[in-house]
């Protein structure tokens, strides 16, 4: 069972940044993908931005160019760097990474962290 603990959010004005870390007990390469999803008030959790097993990264439209996925392979964090940041991006965000076991694709979430991105 893959444990995933969340750290960095908090209150930003609109422009401001704030950097999210996803630590795991697991190596970070041996997740099929690793990234992090976010869910607005009234509103359906969403897949923000991910990395595959190989270091490629995803973003959704909206974040492209504003937000950075990275990964440490020694310290076996996933980040999210968030600049610019928009009211719109206020929501809880969730560290999720998928892992193959036994022909499974299993899916795990962190607990949660707030961001509230203030007009």
């Known amino acids: 069972q893959a444990q995933l603990a969340e750290s960095g959010g908090g209150l930003v004005q609109a422009g401001g940044s704030l950097r999210l870390s996803c630590a795991t007990a697991?190596?970070?390469?041996?997740?099929?993908?690793i990234g992090w999803y976010r869910q607005a008030p009234g509103k359906q959790r969403e897949l923000v931005a991910d990395?595959?097993?190989?270091?490629?990264?995803f973003y959704v439209d909206s974040v492209k160019g504003r937000f950075n996925i990275s990964r440490d392979t020694i310290k076996n964090t996933v980040s999210l760097q968030m600049n610019s940041l928009k009211p719109e991006d206020t929501g809880v965000y969730y560290c999720?990474?998928?892992?193959?076991?036994?022909?499974?694709?299993?899916?795990?979430w962190g607990q949660g962290t707030q961001v509230t991105v203030s007009s």
């Open positions: 697991e190596a970070v390469a041996s997740f099929n993908a």
């Open positions: 990395m595959s097993r190989g270091g490629s990264p």
């Open positions: 999720h990474a998928e892992m193959w076991v036994r022909s499974q694709l299993l899916e795990y």
